[in-house]
């Protein structure tokens, strides 16, 4: 049984057409694959951020981290005999200050396609000029009319475009490239892993638009990016479409590999597919990935389909921490003692599950706990509690202190043999591509 494991970095559940008739936009090509297999419909992200949820996508671990006494995935089926391949576009998960994550163990071929991005002298410009303005702002204040002014003038300089990771598309061909190799056998685990729902949202245009269109959108994020508050009404619906152009242009290259693929191989093939967790788009007063609790960050979707998977629509709670236990199943590999997810292809053990555990932070330890009812929030010094049917958040950990407590019992006993203690290396060799990637996404702000 091959495996083809797409994740997409910053993917909304509700910008899924399958699982959202009102979605924004119109995916097609996942809806085709949750039409043939598992569509979870209350699937739930380890946090709202890359580096709190993608180590446990490969480790099935909550923690944040592999170290170096933990399999992962890959290498469970490296030992099993499959050949296996990483194209991971996201360079903060390996960049210098996430070697402890080690996401490349286990990889016959490991690639971040980081040749594929702009030069380095590129960013520091941008980065300079966005530098100007956050001392506009702080010196004048965001309502000042020097701020007003600069806000409007800079989105339009003549600065280079930004384009810090590659496409969908070139990621395509990477994984095609890698398979057509003779020397690739079959079985095969492929992890893509695709920012093109993350912004800077720079789709590419397969239309006559031009040159104009591309300078409009490098002016919208340019503004994004720097200076959120000083977005308009206008051009946060703007914002809006630009993410969902990005999801829908992933949506394509999506269907373009699975047909691909299927074209290559000779034994079965399934696909699973999932994000590491959403995104904000003006929900709450902001844009972006925040370390918050909200659905819009850690609902997100995941998709189980191809030979010999039966489809069906899920509605039990699971979670990325489940996709490892899954994965080992479709390749008939034992399940690592370490992993604490169970497979989705099994919904039987699901029975005793009562609810989800996402971080929201490591340092301070935050945690949210998700059942049918409720969901639980602890912070080092608080606990919260918010009604899921309730539309606005209101605290209502003081009229329900059983349930705080109930809560709070289950939470401690899936963490009680857990460590959140990173070691980190003390000396690393800093890779000034990398560095500067990780700044052009916005991951670094110096």
Not at 198 to 210: A, I, K, L
Request: glycine share 6%.
């Amino acid at each position: 049984m091959n495996v083809v494991y797409l994740t997409a970095d910053s993917l909304r559940f509700d910008h899924i057409s399958y699982f959202n008739p009102d979605s924004p936009v119109s995916t097609p090509n996942i809806d085709e694959l949750a039409r043939e297999g598992l569509a979870f419909e209350r699937a739930y992200s380890n946090g709202p951020h890359t580096t709190l949820s993608a180590p446990t996508m490969l480790a099935g671990e909550y923690q944040p981290a592999i170290s170096g006494e933990t399999p992962t995935l890959a290498e469970s089926l490296q030992s099993a005999g499959y050949s296996t391949a990483g194209i991971c576009t996201n360079v903060q998960l390996v960049g210098y200050k996430l070697n402890h994550m080690q996401l490349w163990r286990g990889f016959d071929e490991f690639d971040t396609m980081l040749s594929a991005v702009r030069q380095r002298s590129e960013v520091k410009i941008e980065k300079a000029a966005g530098l100007v303005g956050s001392t506009v702002e702080s010196t004048f204040g965001s309502d000042s009319l020097p701020f007003r002014v600069f806000t409007s003038v800079f989105p339009y300089l003549p600065l280079p475009m930004t384009v810090p990771t590659p496409h969908a598309g070139a990621v395509n061909e990477r994984a095609l490239e890698w398979l057509d190799d003779p020397e690739v056998d079959e079985p095969f685990f492929l992890w893509g892993f695709n920012l093109d729902p993350h912004e800077p949202w720079m789709p590419p245009t397969e239309d006559s638009r031009g040159i104009r269109d591309r300078i409009r959108r490098h002016r919208l994020n340019r503004k994004y990016r720097y200076f959120e508050s000083a977005l308009d009404e206008n051009e946060q619906d703007l914002v809006r479409d630009l993410y969902a152009e990005s999801v829908a242009y992933w949506d394509r290259k999506v269907g373009e590999l699975v047909s691909a693929i299927r074209e290559r191989t000779n034994e079965p093939t399934t696909f699973v597919v999932t994000s590491d967790h959403g995104e904000l788009l003006g929900e709450y007063g902001t844009f972006g990935h925040s370390g918050g609790p909200e659905d819009e960050l850690l609902h997100v979707p995941l998709i189980v389909s191809g030979d010999g998977v039966e489809a069906a629509d899920v509605h039990s709670l699971v979670q990325n921490i489940d996709v490892v236990a899954t994965i080992a199943d479709l390749a008939e590999t034992s399940v690592p003692e370490n992993v604490r997810g169970k497979s989705l292809l099994s919904m039987d053990e699901f029975a005793d599950r009562r609810g989800v555990l996402s971080l929201l932070s490591v340092d301070p330890l935050t945690l949210a706990y998700r059942t049918d009812e409720w969901q639980y929030v602890r912070t080092e010094d608080d606990e919260q509690l918010y009604a899921t049917d309730e539309e606005r958040r209101v605290d209502v950990a003081h009229d329900h202190p059983s349930v705080v407590v109930e809560l709070a019992d289950e939470v401690d006993s899936l963490l009680a043999d857990v460590s959140f203690d990173v070691e980190r290396p003390d000396d690393v060799t800093v890779d000034p591509e990398i560095q500067d990637r990780l700044h052009s996404l916005g991951y670094l702000d110096e």
